[in-house]
């Protein structure tokens, strides 16, 4: 009879972690980045350029994509794993507040979660076809 109680409590016991383990964990929200000036003067070349910003969708869905989303709002297969949420491209509030340099910078030089670029997107055009279509994302 104990042997059986204890076969029971160790199921109970290993129900519970695994529920406690794969329950979504609340992400937290990123702190605000620190972007050096010379991004911040950034200016894109390739505003405006459908040619950039299709380019830019295609880089996007191979190397964006996974962490946030089809439609840039943080939900890509990956994020759920991600301590931090990874963020919402379409937020009107958002996209008002961050200029394409700061954007450029946040992109391809990362920080914490968000990997470095600038080694596997080296073509500039590529780089600011990127920033094209996230500001292509508003809502």
């Given at each position: ?96 507040t961050?200029?394409?340099?700061e ?37």
């Amino acid at each position: 009879m104990k042997v059986k109680s204890l076969i029971l409590s160790l199921m109970a016991f290993t129900v519970i972690a695994l529920l406690a383990f794969s329950y979504p964990q609340e992400q937290k929200k990123g702190a605000a980045w620190k972007v050096p000036a010379e991004y911040k003067s950034k200016a894109n070349p390739h505003k405006g350029d459908a040619a950039a910003e299709k380019l830019g969708k295609a880089a996007y869905a191979k190397h964006c994509r996974s962490c946030h989303g089809n439609l840039g709002a943080g939900d890509g297969p990956k994020a759920k794993n991600l301590e931090t949420f990874p963020g919402d491209f379409g937020d009107a509030k958002w996209q008002a507040t961050v200029n394409d340099g700061e954007l450029y910078y946040m992109s391809f030089i990362g920080r914490d979660e968000m990997p470095n670029f600038e080694t596997k997107i080296t073509d500039e055009e590529e780089r600011w076809g990127i920033i094209n279509y996230i500001r292509s994302l508003k809502k």
